[in-house]
């Protein structure tokens, strides 16, 4: 059975806003919101960052310090904003890492004030080593933790304790915790103990089923106990740059509101078909309105508007949804629409300026078909189009493909070893794109 929480009368909740946040974030009253998190991704006006994984590495071509004035500047009037939603009684907790911590933490003590910081909670995990690094593995990340009372706050200790050891439990008596310190004398909390600020948790694996394909999923035990710790039930939970809505999810599992916002229509299909599939909450604006289910506002298209747009409209929001780079000259692109530049081909130093992006030489190829019906003449151009160009992987979007096209695109592969993704506006639209794609 699905919980759900009443329904805010302040604000609504169990909301997915599809839109820059700091143009939806006005819609939301002041002091409205109880608990904040935001994960943003260090260089955020790049959509293709989200689907492609971890560009930040390689992002050399752009100056280290203009990009962190580019970041604060960024982050500056959303944290001013989402301050202001903030109760009085509120928490704000901010996911970073080590590109902009430091500055991420002096920009938030001149927003909240510096008697209004908590925690700096490091979240260390493990993965893979690289062969051949000179520097420790960079295996952390950091989450400032600020109330916007430097009095009053909530803190539910109960609800993340951590169960004591056998062994401590057998040396120690129970008691009041921080009653006591002396070993064998020293007095605990029956229920265990209260986390320290680091937080070992794996990241969300993926060999998992937790894992939904978005590379910046954040894992639900880390969201659960800051959800759990700093807000109670029927509060609400607000994430403004939300992803797959890891923070939306575990606000659900835990009977409180919600409202989640982001950029990218792709993440906010992801995390709609998140909130149905895993926490059983039906879509429907009818059933949210009595009170039920849940709905995304402002999906900024639709299949059927998609239809209608001038072609070469069409041509650049599939291009440009898929992260690419769309063709300039809109005559005679010889088969290709758009590029798309995976960051692992992003090279170290090239001094190259974005907007010269021409010099790369990895590049995907996207042809792109205002059609139904994409047939096997339509794949043969875009095979020559890729030998020509020497490309080993390609992209093919259409609202539907008939059974030759797709049949003629696995022969491809068996002959010349080269790959071409066929994907539909829905796919694009809906869910599965994210998955496609890594
Ligand atoms: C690092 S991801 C968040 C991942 C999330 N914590 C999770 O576990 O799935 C950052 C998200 O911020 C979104 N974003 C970037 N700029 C934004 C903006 N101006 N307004 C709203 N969302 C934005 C991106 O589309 C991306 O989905």
């Known amino acids: 059975m699905t919980k759900t929480a009443r329904p805010s009368k302040l604000v609504d909740t169990r909301i997915i806003l599809c839109g820059d946040n700091l143009e939806q ?9 109880d608990l904040i998190y935001i994960d943003p991704p260090f260089n955020s006006n790049r959509n293709y960052e989200v689907f492609w994984g971890e560009a930040r590495e390689k992002r050399s071509f752009e100056d280290r310090h203009a990009s962190t004035q580019a970041y604060l500047d960024f982050m500056r009037p959303r944290c001013v904003e989402l301050h202001r939603v903030l109760r009085p009684e509120g928490s704000f907790f901010f996911h970073c890492d080590w590109h902009a911590s430091h500055y991420v933490k002096v920009m938030l003590d001149q927003i909240f004030g510096e008697s209004h910081f908590r925690n ?29 009372s430097s009095t009053k706050w909530t803190f539910n200790a109960d609800a993340v304790r951590i169960p004591h050891h056998e062994k401590t439990k057998a040396n120690y008596k129970p008691g009041l915790e921080g009653s006591g310190f002396m070993e064998a004398d020293h007095v605990i909390h029956e229920s265990g103990k209260v986390p320290e600020d680091w937080w070992n948790i794996a990241i969300a694996p993926r060999s998992k089923q937790e894992y939904l394909g978005y590379p910046t999923q ?5 969201l659960d106990r800051i959800v759990r710790a ?25 009977n409180r509101q919600w ?20 926490c059983g909450l039906p879509e429907n604006e009818k059933l949210w309105l009595s009170g039920r289910g849940f709905i ?15 072609p070469f ?26 590029r798309i530049y995976p960051i692992s081909s992003m090279p170290q130093s090239s001094g190259k300026a974005a907007g010269e992006l021409d010099f790369m030489d990895v590049w995907y190829p996207v042809q792109v078909k205002q059609m139904d019906k994409v047939g096997r003449p339509d794949i043969d151009k875009f095979e020559a189009a890729m030998m020509r160009e020497r490309r080993t992987k390609g992209f093919f979007i259409a609202f539907d493909f008939t059974s030759e096209a797709l049949r003629e695109i696995d022969q491809f592969f068996r002959r010349e070893h080269r790959i071409i993704i066929p994907l539909t506006v829905r796919e694009i639209l809906e869910d599965s794109l994210a998955k496609k794609l890594v």
């Not at 906010?268 to 998140?274: E, F, Q």
Request: neutral net charge; hydrophobic residues 40%; charged residues 25%.
């Open 230 to 254: 700093a807000s109670n039930e029927n509060d609400i939970v607000l994430d403004a740059f939300c992803g797959c809505g890891t923070a939306l999810r575990a606000a659900q599992d835990t």
């Open 120 to 148: 700096e909670i490091v979240w260390c995990y493990t993965g893979p080593g690289s062969p051949g690094i000179k520097q420790f593995l960079r295996k952390h990340d950091v989450i400032f933790w600020y109330s916007k």
């Open 296 to 310: 995304v506002r402002d999906l900024p298209w639709t299949e059927e508007k998609l239809r209608k747009i001038p």
């Open 259 to 278: 409202i989640g916002i982001d950029i990218s229509p792709t993440a906010c299909r992801v995390m709609a078909k998140r909130l149905r599939d895993e």
């Open 25 to 33: 974030l006005p819609k939301i009253p002041n002091e409205s919101v």
């Open 313 to 338: 409209e069409f041509e650049n929001w599939a291009v440009i949804a898929l992260g690419g780079i769309p063709n300039k000259a809109q005559v005679g692109d010889m088969g290709i629409d758009g």
């Open 218 to 222: 954040k894992p639900l035990k880390l």
